[in-house]
């Protein structure tokens, strides 16, 4: 705090290092001492500029309501010797900008009027003043500009993510539309040449399997819709699991599709892995996902690879790994989003699905304290590795660690 006047004369004259000791002291003279605790408004926007204040202790943050906006922006922080309120000097006019005190705070503060009697009186003073006071107010306008050129670039950000948004859902209306209406048609018309009763015999035996499938295809849909819905109103079940037991299990399930009855999947599982507390449902689905992932995303016979093993003691990892088509680079950030759709351009093959399969899987392994990273190459495959805690997972609120550096495949 200021106790004599040489520590004023002091603060003024860091504030203005340009004025002589006698413009010091003139000022000085014209000068009153205020008093702010932590919290408190010294000037705020809007108002009209009547008092040129000058920081001699404490710290304050500049903030302001920029381009119209309903929240207050930080600008800048400082601290003493700093002056401000300069507007009032100048000119008549509002406050551009709200100053608060962001500790106990004094100031050296000079009335208008009494200002422009003292300038008068000393127009070398006035010059002087006017000089770093418009320099002053250049660099601050920089200040905003540069502030609103990052605003104006972050809601451009925004507006761009919502726009893809937008194109996300429009596009999941049409697959959703696309991957009912398929089997609804099949069904439709094997129901229909049934009651008809020209289907008999062997014929017969097929259009019922061909119903059943089709069934069997929009069941899966709708559930993976449902599971998007709840998952997030829901916590997992944990229980003590075999993660051999529980992948093998994913796979079977994802090999009872008629599509991939023919595929070639190899396992390598770890013998020692322990048990582990999952919800196995969750777990179990997130794996079918992955797994199911692979092989649609696989051409042909192309070979899928699983493995299961236990990098770290901490973590047990599962990768599930194609020679697939693979994902390009601008789009791996979005492939966990829901509804994230991708056709392959070079044969313009439009996969089928709802995108929603990887972001249902991310959320349950996510859920249990682990993440999947993924690794892939534009027409030569792709991995994604699921490292899960090899312990309970803590409670979200004390969090978990982070998994290790990524496997080489």
Same mark, same amino acid.
């Given at each position: 705090?200021?106790?004599?006047?040489?520590?004023?004369?002091?603060?003024?004259?860091?504030?203005?290092?340009?004025?002589?000791?006698?413009?010091?002291?003139?000022?000085?003279?014209?000068?009153?001492?205020?008093?702010?605790?932590?919290?408190?408004?010294?000037?705020?926007?809007?108002?009209?500029?009547?008092?040129?204040? /000058?920081?001699?202790?404490?710290?304050?943050? /500049?903030?302001?309501?920029?381009?119209?906006?309903?929240?207050?922006? /930080?600008?800048?922080?400082?601290?003493?010797?700093?002056?401000?309120?300069?507007?009032?000097? @100048?000119?008549?006019?509002?406050?551009?900008?709200?100053?608060?005190?962001?500790?106990?705070?004094?100031?050296?503060?000079?009335?208008?009027?009494?200002?422009?009697?003292?300038?008068?009186?000393?127009?070398?003073?006035?010059?002087?003043?006017?000089?770093? #006071?418009?320099?002053?107010?250049?660099?601050?306008?920089?200040?905003?500009?540069?502030? #609103?050129?990052?605003?104006?670039?972050?809601?451009?950000?925004?507006?761009?993510? @919502?726009?893809?948004?937008?194109?996300?859902?429009?596009?999941?209306?049409?697959?959703?539309?696309?991957?009912?209406?398929?089997?609804?048609?099949?069904?439709?018309?094997?129901?229909?040449?049934?009651?008809?009763?020209? /289907?008999?015999?062997?014929?017969?035996?097929?259009?019922?399997?061909?119903?059943?499938?089709?069934?069997?295809?929009?069941?899966?849909? +709708?559930?993976?819709?449902?599971?998007?819905?709840?998952?997030?109103?829901?916590?997992?079940?944990?229980?003590?699991?075999?993660?051999?037991?529980? @992948?093998?299990?994913?796979?079977?399930?994802?090999?009872?599709?008629?599509?991939?009855?023919?595929?070639?999947?190899?396992?390598?599982?770890?013998?020692?892995?322990?048990?582990?507390? #999952?919800?196995?449902?969750?777990?179990?689905?997130?794996?079918?996902?992955?797994?199911?992932?692979?092989?649609?995303?696989?051409?042909?016979?192309?070979?899928?690879?699983?493995?299961?093993?236990?990098?770290?003691?901490?973590?047990?990892?599962?990768?599930?790994?194609?020679?697939?088509?693979?994902?390009?680079?601008?789009?791996?950030?979005?492939?966990?989003?829901?509804?994230?759709?991708?056709?392959?351009?070079?044969?313009?093959?439009?996969?089928?699905?709802?995108? +929603?399969?990887?972001?249902?899987?991310?959320?349950?392994?996510?859920?249990?304290?682990?993440?999947?990273?993924?690794?892939?190459?534009?027409?030569?495959?792709?991995?994604?590795? +699921?490292?899960?805690?090899?312990?309970?997972?803590?409670?979200?609120?004390?969090?978990?660690?982070?998994?290790?550096?990524?496997?080489?495949?």
């Amino acid at each position: 705090m200021i106790a004599v006047n040489s520590e004023r004369l002091d603060m003024l004259q860091q504030a203005f290092p340009s004025l002589n000791e006698r413009e010091i002291r003139d000022l000085d003279s014209a000068a009153q001492v205020g008093h702010y605790p932590a919290g408190a408004v010294i000037c705020r926007q809007g108002e009209w500029a009547s008092v040129f204040y /000058v920081l001699c202790a404490g710290d304050v943050t /500049v903030t302001s309501v920029l381009g119209g906006g309903e929240w207050e922006t /930080v600008l800048h922080r400082a601290s003493a010797p700093y002056y401000f309120g300069e507007l009032a000097l @100048l000119g008549d006019g509002v406050r551009s900008a709200t100053i608060r005190a962001a500790t106990t705070c004094e100031t050296l503060e000079i009335e208008k009027q009494t200002f422009r009697r003292l300038a008068n009186n000393n127009p070398g003073l006035r010059q002087e003043l006017f000089r770093q #006071l418009s320099q002053r107010m250049q660099t601050n306008d920089r200040l905003i500009i540069d502030q #609103l050129n990052r605003q104006n670039a972050a809601l451009q950000a925004a507006y761009e993510n @919502l726009a893809r948004q937008d194109r996300m859902r429009s596009e999941f209306i049409t697959n959703l539309s696309h991957e009912l209406r398929t089997p609804l048609t099949a069904i439709q018309g094997f129901t229909h040449l049934i009651k008809l009763g020209v /289907v008999r015999g062997e014929a017969l035996q097929e259009g019922v399997e061909a119903i059943a499938r089709n069934v069997d295809k929009m069941t899966w849909l +709708v559930n993976s819709l449902l599971v998007l819905y709840e998952m997030q109103l829901t916590a997992p079940r944990l229980s003590p699991t075999n993660l051999n037991d529980l @992948l093998t299990a994913a796979l079977n399930e994802a090999l009872t599709s008629p599509e991939y009855a023919d595929r070639v999947v190899s396992v390598a599982l770890a013998p020692d892995l322990p048990s582990v507390f #999952l919800d196995v449902a969750g777990v179990t689905l997130a794996l079918r996902l992955l797994i199911d992932n692979a092989l649609k995303f696989s051409p042909g016979r192309a070979p899928v690879l699983i493995r299961a093993s236990r990098p770290e003691a901490a973590w047990l990892t599962i990768e599930v790994i194609d020679e697939g088509v693979g994902i390009p680079v601008e789009m791996q950030g979005q492939i966990f989003e829901p509804f994230f759709h991708w056709s392959h351009s070079d044969d313009q093959r439009l996969f089928s699905g709802l995108g +929603v399969g990887l972001s249902i899987a991310d959320y349950i392994i996510h859920s249990h304290g682990g993440r999947i990273e993924l690794e892939s190459d534009p027409g030569r495959g792709s991995t994604f590795r +699921v490292f899960l805690p090899a312990a309970a997972p803590a409670p979200l609120s004390q969090g978990t660690p982070s998994p290790p550096n990524p496997l080489t495949a």
